[in-house]
């Protein structure tokens, strides 16, 4: 029996992508996953597009919000197995010290948030960012977890990012 994993989506707002991730890996994983997303400096709401696109996927919104990472670093917080930033500005940050080394790596993703024109233009940008980590998260999902040493598996879902 595969054990059961907790992992952390970061980005400095978590308003978009954070919280996509977070969507779609506690779909996509949750028999063996529970996973939060958090910011370094959250802006306090989620993006409407980014709810639009969770329900187009068939995805629930229940129960989305924009916090800080600081949660997940109190000694109260769920252990984590893995954290993973998925915005530049996050990865360059200095990260709180996350109880039990959860392992981490970096999967950039372009900010949806950021998009300028016609609202078909913004939803495409928020489609691809959907679809970017539905990708990844779905490659880290295939990795055989319980079988792969530290070494591999870091290596693994470092190469991840940059599918």
């Not at 992992?7 to 939060?36: D, H, P, Q, W």
């Not at 917080?77 to 990260?95: G, M, S, Y």
Request: hydrophobic share 40%; aromatic share 8%.
């Amino acid at each position: 029996m595969m054990p059961h994993y907790n992992v952390l989506f970061l980005c400095t707002g978590n308003s978009a992508r954070s919280i996509i991730a977070e969507a779609i890996m506690n779909r996509k994983g949750r028999a063996n996953f529970t996973a939060y997303s958090a910011g370094s400096h959250p802006v306090g709401i989620v993006r409407p597009e980014a709810l639009k696109q969770i329900a187009t996927a068939g995805l629930s919104t229940d129960g989305f919000s924009s916090k800080s990472w600081d949660e997940f670093a109190k000694p109260d917080a769920p252990q984590l197995h893995f954290v993973f930033t998925v915005c530049d500005n996050a990865a360059k940050e200095i990260c709180p010290v996350w109880p039990g080394q959860p392992m981490t790596a970096h999967w950039g993703v372009p900010d949806p948030a950021t998009a300028v024109g016609r609202p078909e233009e913004i939803d495409r940008a928020f489609r691809d960012t959907f679809s970017i980590l539905d990708r990844r998260i779905a490659l880290f999902l295939s990795l055989p977890l319980s079988t792969l040493d530290q070494l591999a598996l870091q290596k693994e879902i470092d190469n991840i990012g940059h599918q």
